[in-house]
T-cell receptor
C-alpha cells in the first residue's frame, strides 16, 4: 500500500525568506501524481502544485516549486519570498494514475510565517 | 460554478444520534470521496465512489455508511454517533484532471 510521510509537524520562516517542506512516499508504481495542498485557517483545501511522476522537470507555480526525486521517493516543496498569507497547514498527497484514484495524504506540516 | 458543496458546515450531535452529511458537486465528476481530518493524522479516507451506484470502503470505514444514488451527490451517514467521530469531514471529487477538488468541510462534534 502507498504511504506518504511528512516528518516536520511544524516549521517557521521569516517573512521574505525561503523555506522547504519535506515529503517522502512509498509506492511500487512507476507512474503517479503528487500534490501539495494548502489549508489556511478557513479550512479550505487549496491546490498549490502538482507533479506527474513521468515528468523529470520539477513543477513550479510562481513562488512555489518542488524538488522531485523519483528514485529517492522524495517530493519537497520550496516556498520563496515567504509571505504572511503563506501561513497554513500544508499537506503532501499521492494519487495513482489508474484504478481507484484514491488520494493518500501525509499528516501535514504547519507553517508559521514570522513578521 | 459552485464546485463541491458540503451541508452542513457545523453540527453538534449527542452520542447515539444519527445524521447525514451531504456532498454535492456540479463538475460532472465520476469519483467522489469522504475524508476525515484529525489533528496529527492528516486526511484519512472513509469511503469513496467511482461512479453512480457504486461505493467502496477506505481506510477508516467503521461507523459510517455512504450512498451515491445520483452522480452529483455523495452522502455520508452516521447511524449512531460516538465521541470518536468528532472530526472535520471533507468531501472531494475528481475526474479528468489529476487533482481532487474539495468542499469547505464540516466540523462535527459528538458530545
Amino acid at each position: 500500500a502507498q504511504t506518504v510521510t511528512q516528518s516536520q509537524p511544524e516549521m517557521s520562516v521569516q517573512e521574505a525568506e525561503t523555506v522547504t517542506l519535506s515529503c517522502t512516499y512509498d509506492t511500487s508504481e512507476s507512474d503517479y501524481y503528487l500534490f501539495w495542498y494548502k489549508q489556511p485557517p478557513s479550512r479550505q483545501m487549496i491546490l498549490v502544485i502538482r507533479q506527474e511522476a513521468y515528468k523529470q522537470q520539477n513543477a513550479t507555480e510562481n513562488r512555489f516549486s518542488v524538488n522531485f526525486q523519483k528514485a529517492a521517493k522524495s517530493f519537497s516543496l520550496k516556498i520563496s519570498d515567504s509571505q504572511l498569507g503563506d501561513a497554513a497547514m500544508y499537506f503532501c498527497a499521492y494519487r495513482s494514475p489508474s484504478g481507484t484514484y484514491k488520494y493518500i495524504f501525509g499528516t501535514g506540516t504547519r507553517l508559521k510565517v514570522l513578521a | 460554478n459552485a464546485g463541491v458543496t458540503q451541508t452542513p458546515k457545523f453540527r453538534v450531535l449527542k452520542t447515539g444520534q444519527s445524521m447525514t452529511l451531504l456532498c454535492a458537486q456540479d463538475m460532472n465528476h465520476e469519483y467522489m470521496y469522504w475524508y476525515r481530518q484529525d489533528p496529527g493524522m492528516g486526511l484519512r479516507l472513509i469511503h469513496y465512489s467511482v461512479g453512480e451506484g457504486t461505493t467502496a470502503k477506505g481506510e477508516v470505514p467503521d461507523g459510517y455508511n455512504v450512498s451515491r444514488l445520483k452522480k452529483q451527490n455523495f452522502l455520508l451517514g452516521l447511524e449512531s454517533a460516538a465521541p470518536s467521530q468528532t472530526s472535520v469531514y471533507f468531501c472531494a471529487s475528481s475526474y479528468g484532471q489529476p487533482e481532487a477538488f474539495f468542499g469547505q468541510g464540516t466540523r462535527l462534534t459528538v458530545v
